[in-house]
Nanobody, 118 residues
Framework: QVQLVESGGGLVQAGGSLKLSCVAS????IGWFRQAPGKEREFVAS????????LYGDAVKGRFAISRDNAKNTVYLQMNSLKPEDTADYYC???????????????WGQGTQVTVSS
């Protein structure tokens, strides 16, 4: 099994930046998802184990960047130009068979809260 731990969430003003981290127990494909109250989990970004291929959800393209440092077993999500609609709990997942579909992921971290004020 894969163990995942997210960190880096917090409160930030609109237009600001925040960097999230996901520490994984091994080198594996990782997806970032977010979930606001009463809504389904939404795809944010994903990255292959080697870091050579990345994907982004339409809502965050051009603003967020996913990367990884395999020496530290860590995947990062750099979030820039944050908007109030980015407010959500952010989760990293592993074991997915379809990058954008949260229902295919087998493992999840505990989540980290991101709040963007206007």
């Amino acid at each position: 099994q894969v163990q995942l731990v997210e960190s880096g969430g917090g409160l930030v003003q609109a237009g600001g930046s925040l960097k999230l981290s996901c520490v994984a127990s091994g080198r594996t494909f990782i997806g970032w998802f977010r979930q606001a109250p009463g809504k389904e989990r939404e795809f944010v970004a994903s990255i292959t184990g080697s870091g050579t291929i990345t994907l982004y959800g339409d809502a965050v393209k051009g603003r967020f960047a996913i990367s990884r440092d395999n020496a530290k077993n860590t995947v990062y999500l750099q979030m820039n130009s944050l908007k109030p609609e980015d407010t959500a709990d952010y989760y990293c997942g592993a074991g997915g068979t379809s990058a954008y579909d949260h229902m295919t992921y087998k493992y999840w971290g505990q989540g980290t809260q991101v709040t963007v004020s206007s």
